[in-house]
C-alpha cells in the first residue's frame, strides 16, 4: 500500500500520474465527492464506533456518528449504543482541513489519502481513515 501525503486527493481516480500537489479547490472538489465512513472496534471494550461525514458544497459538514457495546461477563450481559450527529463549517486552506462550529474560530486538521490494495481512496484526517461510502 503506497501512502501519497495530501498530494494524492484522488481527483483522478485511474490516473497512475504520481502524487503532486493539488489546489485547495481540488482538494474541496474531492471531499465533496463522497460521503465518508470511519469504523473502529475496540475489542477490549467490546464497543464499535461508526461515523459518517458528508462535506457540502455549501462549507458545512454533517458527521452523524453511532457507538454500540457488548459486554458478556459472570456479572451479566450488558449492551448499549447511542447515536448522535453534529455539523461544522468547513474549508480547506494551504492543503489543511479547517474545521469551525461557529463559522469564526478555525481548528486545522492535517489530511492524507493513498489507495488501499483494492485501489480504493482512503481519506486520512487527524490520523483517522476514512473510506468512501454510501
Same mark, same amino acid.
Given at each position: 500500500?503506497?501512502?501519497?501525503? !495530501? ?7 485511474? +490516473?497512475? @500520474? %504520481? ?11 474531492? !471531499?465533496?465527492?463522497? %460521503? ?31 457507538? /454500540?457495546?457488548?459486554?458478556?461477563? %459472570? ?10 450527529? /453534529? ?11 479547517? @474545521? ?11 489530511? +492524507? ?15 483517522? /481513515? ?5
Amino acid at each position: 500500500m503506497r501512502r501519497l501525503a !495530501l498530494a494524492i486527493v484522488l481527483l483522478t481516480l485511474g +490516473d497512475p @500520474l %504520481p502524487a503532486r500537489a493539488y489546489t485547495d479547490a481540488e482538494i474541496s472538489q474531492f !471531499l465533496t465527492s463522497s %460521503p465518508w465512513c470511519h469504523f473502529r472496534y475496540s475489542s477490549a471494550g467490546g464497543s464499535t464506533t461508526t461515523r459518517r461525514g458528508q462535506f457540502g458544497g455549501n462549507g458545512v459538514l454533517t458527521v452523524r456518528s453511532g457507538r /454500540e457495546v457488548y459486554s458478556s461477563g %459472570p456479572g451479566g450481559t450488558y449492551s448499549g449504543g447511542s447515536q448522535g450527529a /453534529e455539523q461544522y463549517y468547513w474549508r480547506v486552506q494551504n492543503a489543511m482541513l479547517l @474545521l469551525s462550529q461557529d463559522g469564526v474560530n478555525w481548528q486545522p486538521y492535517k489530511l +492524507d489519502a493513498y489507495r488501499n490494495s483494492s485501489g480504493y481512496p482512503i481519506l486520512v484526517v487527524d490520523g483517522d /481513515e476514512y473510506s468512501m461510502c454510501n
